[in-house]
């Protein structure tokens, strides 16, 4: 089963899938797809992201394999739905997408083995973590100024059910930007899979339902640009398209110090 | 968590907690030359941040809890920003007044040898982040950036600081982080600790004194490794 969130007519819904462009409201109301706004697909608790875990997007960005997982955790206010609009703020020379399989956690899970990790997974949707490489900084690599940004991290549009997906999934997920295939992988590539996450993660962070591991991404990143539009497509979860937007049509124009002023006089 | 006593809005500390790291004058001196070397190459431009999910998070008279792996913990003594307003893209002058008033924390991680990774394993552990028991309002501590704060081990007196060795203010800490990552009501800013934390293990008592905002006193226990009890399991 597919679910999504959405907003529609002053209140927000459970959905379905309902033929092609068209999705089903829980109040049994049919309405296109393009006509609600679209939220991540669950409640989301605590966001967990991972860096460099797959071999060939690792290669790409000149890193040797680790030994530990490189696991970065995000604030809630980078989570954004499906059809949403993200920043590049005007400084940014290199900002590229991530398409990443999400994994969402269904029951509590506190020092599991992973031979029953995957028992505790509620179900998968696709996730574009966004990425300023501009901001890196070597200190407590990647910060949030570039993986915790508002907005940044694209959620949707379904949570498909772990009972529909072969477990270990084994998906193709594919970017496509402005319509062009720049990104290819299959979640079978992982370095660390899912069920060593799981236990990795659990045995010192208890694991709540709503909790998201972002899995990582392959190779293929470019630099995207404001009017772009980025759609992230895995097998069988569907495309999550996302929209990049400039800083004027979030207020921000010019430096900090004038937007600063600017707030002030306004 | 059940939140600290707090008499103005936003009434709850609801929303993220957010720790800045490397904000003490001593956290850089005391990597020496190694901060100008691989893999650090300079010292940190922006503003440097760990987010402390909800499992880390205590309530006012909790123990710290250590197990196996975590033997020793390393204490962080914190002041806490709580957010009273969104804050996005706010000017440092104007920033305070996103702040309803402070908390007194105590981020306890394992010690860390590298500053490269966010080393969640060290960083986000269950039951690693006390808060003492008032929220004092904005109006009522006074200035933010010079508060002396004193960390008792086993009521001996070993660490003692001041708000005053920040590298950011409390204001411009609030406007870096709003910049690109809005601060809600019930969030909590962390402004950092000092490098060398007092190390705790199990059995000690930890108390936070932090000036005009109060004290926060917590035990180190040994936590239990059950797994969550799961009914819906059939073996």
């Known amino acids: ?266 | 968590m059940s939140s600290p006593r707090i008499e103005v809005a936003p009434f709850r500390l609801s929303g993220t907690v957010y720790a800045t790291l490397l904000n003490h004058r001593h956290s850089l001196a005391s990597l020496g030359d190694a901060v100008s070397a691989k893999p650090y190459q300079g010292a940190p431009k922006n503003v440097v941040l760990a987010v402390k999910p909800r499992p880390a998070l205590l309530p006012p008279g909790s123990n710290v809890l250590v197990d196996d792996e975590s033997q020793e913990l390393e204490v962080g003594a914190a002041l806490g920003l709580v957010i009273g307003t969104t804050a996005c893209a706010v000017a440092a002058t104007d920033a305070l007044g996103h702040v309803a008033g402070f908390v007194v924390a105590c981020d306890c991680t394992l010690p860390r040898t590298s500053h490269y990774r966010p080393q969640i394993r060290a960083m986000a552990r269950d039951a690693s982040c006390a808060f003492g028991a008032e929220v004092v309002a904005r109006e009522r501590a006074g200035d933010p950036d010079s508060l002396s704060i004193r960390v008792f081990v086993d009521d001996e007196l070993v660490r003692s600081t001041s708000t005053a060795d920040h590298v950011r203010s409390a204001a411009q800490l609030i406007a870096d982080i709003s910049d690109f990552m809005t601060l809600r009501p019930g969030d909590v800013v962390l402004t950092g600790s000092a490098p060398d934390g007092a190390r705790v293990r199990n059995g000690a008592t930890v108390a936070i004194e932090i000036e005009s905002v109060g004290r926060l006193e917590t035990r180190v226990a040994m936590a239990t490794r059950a797994a969550i009890a799961d009914p819906t399991r059939s073996r």
């Open chain 1, 1 to 266: 089963m597919k679910r999504a969130r959405v907003a529609y007519s002053g209140a927000i819904h459970e959905a379905t899938p309902a033929g092609a462009d068209e999705i089903r409201l829980d109040d049994g109301r049919v309405v296109g797809e393009a006509d609600v706004v679209w939220l991540p697909p669950f409640e989301a608790g605590t966001v967990i992201a991972l860096g460099l875990n797959y071999a060939d997007h690792a290669k790409e960005l000149a890193f040797k394999a680790q030994d530990e997982p490189l696991v970065f955790l995000k604030g809630p206010g980078a989570l954004i739905g499906h059809r949403g609009a993200t920043r590049r703020p005007a400084d940014a020379t290199f900002m590229h997408y991530e398409c990443e399989l999400a994994v969402v956690i269904g029951k509590p899970a506190r020092h599991v083995a992973r031979d029953d990790a995957m028992a505790h997974i509620a179900g998968y949707t696709i996730a574009n973590d966004y990425a300023i490489r501009d901001y890196l900084e070597n200190w407590y690599r990647p910060n949030l100024r570039v993986k915790s940004r508002d907005g940044a991290t694209a959620l949707g549009p379904w949570l498909v059910d772990a009972a529909d997906v072969a477990a270990p999934p084994q998906l193709a997920l594919q970017t496509f930007v402005n319509g062009r295939q720049t990104q290819s992988g299959n979640t079978r590539d992982l370095v660390f899979d899912i069920a060593f996450l799981i236990e990795y993660l659990s045995a010192f962070m208890t694991l709540s339902p709503g909790d998201v591991i972002l899995t990582g991404t392959p190779e293929g990143v470019i630099d995207v640009g404001v009017g772009d539009e980025v759609v992230c497509e895995i097998e069988g979860l569907g495309r999550l398209v996302n929209r990049i937007a400039g800083d004027e049509e979030f207020g921000r124009a010019g430096t900090a110090s004038a937007r600063g002023a600017q707030r002030k006089s306004a």
